[in-house]
Nanobody
Framework: QVQLVESGGRLVQAGDSLRLSCAASGRTFSSYAMAWFRQAPGKEREFVAT????????YYADSVKGRFHISRDNAKNTVNLQMNSLKPEDAAVYYC?????????????????WGQGTQVTVSS
């Protein structure tokens, strides 16, 4: 079993950068594909970015491609999301997710574990 704890969310201004982190417990972290999803008020949770267990493959939502970068450190059991050039529409609760039986986690149903989320607010 994997427990996920996100951190790093806060209030920023449009154009700023922010780095989110997800700390995972469990000895099998390196065997999980990891991902970030987000959910804005009144909207469905949506995919943001994902990374394979080795870190060799990544995939991004079109809305964040070129601005966000996902990375992982299997030695430290962490996955990070570097967010640059933030826009007001990036404001949301960001969730970390882990998927065991998949190369990349691009859909909610592919995730086996979820964190509690961290709030990102972007002022214009």
């Amino acid at each position: 079993q994997v427990q996920l704890v996100e951190s790093g969310g806060r209030l920023v201004q449009a154009g700023d950068s922010l780095r989110l982190s997800c700390a995972a417990s469990g000895r099998t972290f390196s065997s999980y594909a990891m991902a970030w999803f987000r959910q804005a008020p009144g909207k469905e949770r949506e995919f943001v970015a994902t990374i394979s267990w080795s870190g060799g493959n990544t995939y991004y939502a079109d809305s964040v491609k070129g601005r966000f970068h996902i990375s992982r450190d299997n030695a430290k059991n962490t996955v990070n999301l570097q967010m640059n050039s933030l826009k007001p529409e990036d404001a949301a609760v960001y969730y970390c997710a882990a998927g065991r039986s998949t190369v990349l986690v691009t859909r909610m149903r592919s995730a086996d574990y979820w964190g509690q989320g961290t709030q990102v607010t972007v002022s214009s």
